[in-house]
């Protein structure tokens, strides 16, 4: 048997999200959220679910670390809910709500778990939406303000921060395409809201620049890789649309000062403008410690006029899909990371997130998901191939440690190592859960 090693530094760990398995969705001063509301809305969220009670890690956060402790993770990744800390957005501080992010992490150290915090996952304050949200340029101040009472309060603990989780899927999912909350569907407010994030974004690392603290700050893009299905020029021009979409618009700004041109003009063209003020580029382009990356899916795709925003049309080639509908192409993984990192050099790469879902569920309490270890296995050969190729990816978190609320599916799609009974919120570990404790182990994947 042929095995790949990584590195014996390798960070191995899991990620979840505050709204998305916390519950306690009122309890010890927690305001409303704009998912509170979002998932209140028909017709929004599948069957009408939403994260009143999710996985109640609120309450049994300390039988979720257990489970890392049995799993075997170093790391783990979690996200801090902005209307724990303030449930207004600004204004008045709760203290319970950081109260229980302290009892937390110091649970997480004392199983020698080190935490990696999230500082925004979506969970806008419902007050701040009600104001304009992301739309409004003063987000973007109140984010730093609630970012530097956290990192005040919790940087003693913490050494590795992430700003903003996903900003495509807050700015263009949620304000474009509409599926996420506040479900907006205009192209200018897309446009506005990425660039109030990126400032956002910015002024959180400026501020723990000032603060002087120990540790590493970045952030954590979601990227995709579409391979052009012909060498035609239109295919290969979609495809680089698409994937810019992605990479380049959220990650140009920070690593380069500037947003791409090829994409400012495209969607000049289309109506919408990015409102850049004086210093504004300076600040996104705050220099950052390390770079989250998110990779599910890719596929390869040509030009379609009527395939959406960038004209970039995914081909049906056969191949397999996760039970929410996603194809697996792990060689788009090698792929867009060796992009970034040829784009924007050696800056450390750590995979906040990489899962699959399937809704397998329990039979004599064991939870058979093979198609999610073949997922898994598949995406590591790649990630190592990565690191053979001398780009410095430094740790890896498996999305996710819990079946969860998969925000607009509900609970109807599980990514969890652990299978959650919605009913009675009892934990079963997947053989997926199994397969990766070996994994973490030996530091070694079959080849």
């Not at 009892?426 to 990766?436: E, I, N």
Request: glycine share 10%; proline share 4%; with cysteine.
């Amino acid at each position: 048997m042929r095995t790949v090693q990584f590195p014996q530094d390798f960070a191995w760990g899991a990620a979840t999200a505050a709204y998305q398995i916390e519950g306690a969705y009122n309890e010890d001063g927690r305001g409303m959220s704009i998912w509170d509301t979002f998932s209140r809305i028909p017709g929004k969220v599948d069957n009408m679910d939403n994260g009143d009670v999710a996985c109640d890690s609120y309450h049994l956060y300390h039988e979720d670390i257990a489970l890392m402790k049995k799993l075997g993770i170093t790391s783990y990744r979690f996200s801090i809910a902005w209307p724990r800390i303030f449930p207004e957005g600004t204004g008045e501080l709760n203290a319970k709500g950081l109260e229980f992010y302290h009892a937390f992490v110091d649970a997480l150290l004392e199983n020698g778990i080190e935490p990696v915090c999230t500082l925004y996952h979506w969970d806008l304050p419902q007050s701040l939406q009600d104001s304009g949200g992301w739309e409004n340029r003063d987000t973007a101040h109140a984010f730093a303000a609630y970012a530097e009472t956290v990192f005040r309060s919790l940087g003693g603990k913490i050494k590795k921060w992430l700003t903003i989780n996903e900003p495509w899927c807050v700015s263009f999912l949620s304000n474009y395409l509409g599926i996420h909350a506040p479900g907006n569907k205009d192209l200018q407010t897309a446009v506005t809201v990425a660039h109030h994030l990126l400032l956002a974004h910015g002024s959180a690392v400026r501020k723990f620049r000032e603060l002087g603290l120990a540790g590493e700050i970045g952030y954590a893009p979601n990227v995709t890789w579409m391979e052009p299905y012909s060498g035609r020029k239109k295919d290969i021009e979609a495809c680089k649309r698409e994937i810019g979409w992605y990479v380049e618009w959220f990650m140009d700004p920070v690593f380069k000062g500037e947003y791409p041109s090829f994409l400012v003009k495209w969607f000049r063209e289309k109506g919408a403008e990015v409102p850049i003020q004086k210093g504004d580029m300076e600040l996104i382009h705050e220099k950052i410690d390390i770079l989250g990356i998110n990779y599910y899916s890719g596929a390869l795709a040509k030009y379609d006029e009527s395939a959406g925003l960038t004209a970039c049309k995914p081909v049906e080639m056969g191949e397999d899909r996760t039970d929410i509908g996603w194809p697996i192409y792990p060689e788009g993984f090698y792929k867009v990371l060796s992009h970034i990192n040829s784009r924007y050099g050696d800056i450390p790469v750590y995979i906040t997130e990489n899962g699959a879902c399937y809704n397998d569920g329990p039979d004599n309490g064991i939870v058979a998901d093979a198609k999610r270890i073949g997922y898994l296995h598949r995406h590591l050969l790649q990630l190592h191939r990565c690191i053979s190729s001398g780009i410095p990816v430094k740790g890896y978190f498996a999305w996710s440690l819990l079946d969860n609320f998969e925000w607009s599916y509900g609970y109807s799609m599980r990514f969890g190592l652990v299978h959650v009974d919605y009913d009675t919120l009892a934990r079963t570990p997947k053989d997926s859960f199994y397969w990766y404790q070996d994994v973490i182990a030996t530091g070694e994947v079959e080849s």
